[in-house]
């Protein structure tokens, strides 16, 4: 749950490789700009939410509140697919925050200003706000166990922030950052009792409905009901998350942990399991549909769950075009899960010997060399015959074993599961794997 945690201040000028480096965040920042660094908005498209986008006026001539509303309605469109509001979005914290230190005193003492301070700091702004108005005297025109609470939580003081917010009721608040309490007091609870985080998380997306809070709320509880095998709330969150928000610029992410989530659950490739996967990804397009099964599939080749990996790896052959990358990774984590069936392995060994390696990405370039590796060790095992005679050893050529010395090798189950325990140390350890057949 380390991506909803809070994490320490940092100013918004700094780089994007900060971000990736800073230990800690508030939640919403995460939610609204923790991966920014992840997508390039020069190689983005214009999508049909870039067309909604509010007007941007001069900082100097607006109220904070209006500063802070027009940024989390540019935040909000990132949630709907807007490469333009993200590339919009980083400039626009600069210089709300700018705006906002630089308004005067008397400022604070009109609510919705003071609401909006809040709001800024869990949207990614810089905590330089909060240090401000803790520090006014009159306080702001808030709640003081508000503006206490979240400041203890964005400078990493869990103990402080349940204190002044862990008993607060966030339906009961103000517009704008009602939705945000919830988030933040769901991340104070996420590790001790994750049921009320679920609960929280809930009444998050029923306060803001649409935005990036919704979304980043959805996101969260998705995983978290994943960790605590609430299967049904699970499944029934994945395909609302699915066709609400499938173009959110932060959807490869969310692609990737619904991936390791799927097998953290067991989800082993039942008949059931497939069914109600391949029902969910309908409410996709293909690009997504074919994303989350290679995703799915290399996560599962990696950890040995060769059922699940040949399936996903299957889906993602039919979808996607001939002669792609997309295609040859497909083939590879296909390739890589049936070589330990004793009925497909020669398979699964063509289909490894015909990849092409310029086509895959780099990561995967150690992947094949650790499967053709596999194939390797697996022709050079000794024959266990049936009726416990000695094992002949294999005939000395580079050409693939007939099959019926491949069934052989298969015969003796001690034999197979020594060999699918060796494929999984395998394949999470390329490196040493080429070194060690170079050396043998």
């Known amino acids: 749950m380390s991506d909803i945690l809070p994490t320490p201040t940092r100013e918004n000028a700094r780089t994007t490789t900060a971000l990736r480096t800073a230990p800690r965040w508030p939640l919403v920042a995460l939610a609204a700009c923790g ?35 027009t940024l989390q309605a540019v935040q909000d469109r990132t949630a709907h697919g807007s490469r333009m509001a993200l590339s919009m979005q980083g400039p626009l914290l600069s210089k709300t925050n700018a705006a906002l230190l630089s308004a005067p005193d008397e400022a604070w003492q009109e609510p919705r200003n003071a609401r909006a301070a809040i709001a800024f700091a869990l949207s990614g702004g810089s905590p330089a706000i909060l240090r401000k108005l803790v520090a006014l005297d009159p306080r702001p025109a808030i709640d003081p166990a508000i503006l206490d609470g979240v400041a203890a939580y964005i400078m990493g003081d869990e103990e402080t922030a349940r204190k002044h917010l862990g008993d607060m009721d966030a339906s009961t608040l103000s517009p704008g950052i009602d939705g945000r309490i919830a988030l933040v007091q769901s991340a104070l609870y996420a590790r001790t009792n994750p049921d009320r985080a679920v609960k929280l998380l809930d009444m998050a997306r029923l306060l803001m409905p649409g935005t990036l ?18 299967n049904d709330k699970f499944k029934q969150l994945t395909k609302h998350y699915l066709r ?27 008949p059931e399991q497939e069914a109600w996967l391949t029902d969910l990804l309908e409410a996709l397009d293909v690009p997504n549909r074919i994303d ?31 002669n792609s990358s997309m295609m040859e990774q497909a083939r590879l984590y296909y390739g890589s899960a049936i070589i330990l069936d004793e009925k497909e392995f020669l398979d699964g060994q ?57 069934e ?33």
């Open 408 to 440: 052989s090798v298969f015969a003796e189950k001690s034999a197979l599961d020594t060999t699918a325990s060796r494929v999984k140390d395998l394949l999470g350890k390329s490196d040493e794997l080429i070194k060690e057949g170079m050396g043998s």
């Open 213 to 230: 809070v919704d979304e980043g709320a959805l996101r969260r509880e998705i995983f978290l009901t994943g960790q605590l095998e609430l």
């Open 292 to 322: 989350i099964n290679l995703r799915l599939a290399r996560q599962a080749v990696t950890q040995g769950k060769t059922r699940m990996a040949s399936l996903a790896a299957k889906r993602a052959m039919e979808l996607a075009p001939g």
């Open 35 to 69: 991966m920014l660094w992840m997508i390039t908005p020069a190689a983005a498209e214009t999508t049909n939410a870039d067309t909604e986008l509010p007007a941007v006026g001069t900082a100097e001539a607006r109220e904070p509140y209006q500063l802070v509303r």
């Open 244 to 270: 609400r928000y499938p173009s959110s610029v932060y959807a490869k992410d969310f692609h990737q942990r619904f991936s390791s989530t799927l097998l953290r659950m067991n989800m082993s490739g039942t």
């Open 350 to 406: 063509t289909i490894l010997a015909s990849i092409d390696r310029q086509r895959l990405p780099t990561d995967d370039t150690g992947l094949l060399d650790s499967a053709l590796y596999i194939t390797t060790r697996i022709r050079q095992m000794p024959v266990m015959p049936t009726d416990q005679s000695s094992a002949s050893p294999p005939p000395a050529s580079d050409k693939p074993l007939p099959a019926a010395i491949v």
